[in-house]
């Protein structure tokens, strides 16, 4: 797949190779929402030209990492991520320490909240959720394990994004206006700062609708990096999240948080 032009392109070695570049880019494409894009949604995506598109496209299908388009049903016409795909994002987090510790605490903290739990970590300007438990009461269960979601619209990545010098928050996170996902998201970097002003005086993070419609999340950042990488968030429906049940699953969090954060640490897990 990679030419003599990409070699050269690579700047010796010190560079991205075009063709390993372009690959990837498919790749973050298809995991995002809606998951299936036909030829022309990924060129429009990517900016790709169309031969080297579908030449690329060949290979990644060969090689299972993306489905080819469906004759009929929802992925008709479309590619869609593979089952390779699902077998790399499995190593990540089998080789992950941390997890199967992150693992029960997200176990103990739904048991004692009874809400849905996450733990989630940040990866650039997004938190990648890691693993989810869902309400005993739960309508709908949604995995979230391996979504990305921008820092600036959750409680997980406000909580983390609190810890950040000016200088980070800089360079994490996008010039002008946001990004919305939904008409309560944070507009922008004033307002986001504003926000974790008051992230940093309570020691929590609160999000009212701003990456899901309805739905309220509480996140704690579990320090046993510096700065932390990783946090525990609840979430609960809208109706439900009085100002009483906000500080009560706050201190849930927090105390877990800490918690798991001594055992991380007492574990040389950095």
């Known amino acids: 797949m990679t030419t003599r032009e990409d070699v050269q392109e690579a700047d010796g070695g010190r560079g991205p190779v075009k063709s390993a570049e372009r690959t990837v880019r498919i790749l973050q494409a298809l995991a995002q929402p809606p ?68 693992l029960a605490t997200v176990e103990a903290v739904r048991d004692e909240t009874r809400r849905t739990t996450h733990v989630a970590r940040l990866d650039g300007a997004n938190v990648v959720y890691l693993a989810t438990r869902d309400a005993p009461d739960a309508h709908r269960n949604l995995s979230r394990v391996g979504r990305y979601l921008p820092a600036y619209a959750t409680s997980l990545g406000k909580a983390l994004l609190a810890e950040r010098t000016a200088a980070e928050l800089d360079a994490l996170l996008p010039d002008g206006p946001f990004p919305a996902l939904t008409p309560d998201t944070v507009p922008d970097r004033a307002a986001l700062e504003a926000e974790l002003v008051e992230v940093r005086a309570r020691g929590w993070a609160l999000e009212r609708g701003q990456n899901l419609a309805g739905t309220v999340c509480v996140g704690v950042r579990v320090e046993y990096r510096i700065p932390a990488s990783d946090a525990l968030s609840c979430s609960m429906p809208a109706e439900e999240a009085t100002d009483a049940e906000v500080e009560r699953v706050a201190g849930i969090l927090t105390r877990h948080a800490a918690r798991l954060a001594g055992e991380l640490r007492a574990a040389g897990i950095r």
């Open 35 to 102: 998951y299936v894009l036909t030829v022309a949604q990924l060129q429009e995506r990517t900016g790709y030209p169309r031969s080297s598109l579908h030449a690329l496209l060949r290979t990644l299908v060969d090689l299972r990492w993306i489905e080819p388009p469906a004759a009929t049903g929802p992925g008709a016409g479309g590619y869609g991520i593979g089952s390779q795909a699902l077998l790399t994002g499995t190593a990540y987090l089998d080789r992950d320490a941390a997890l199967p510790l992150a």
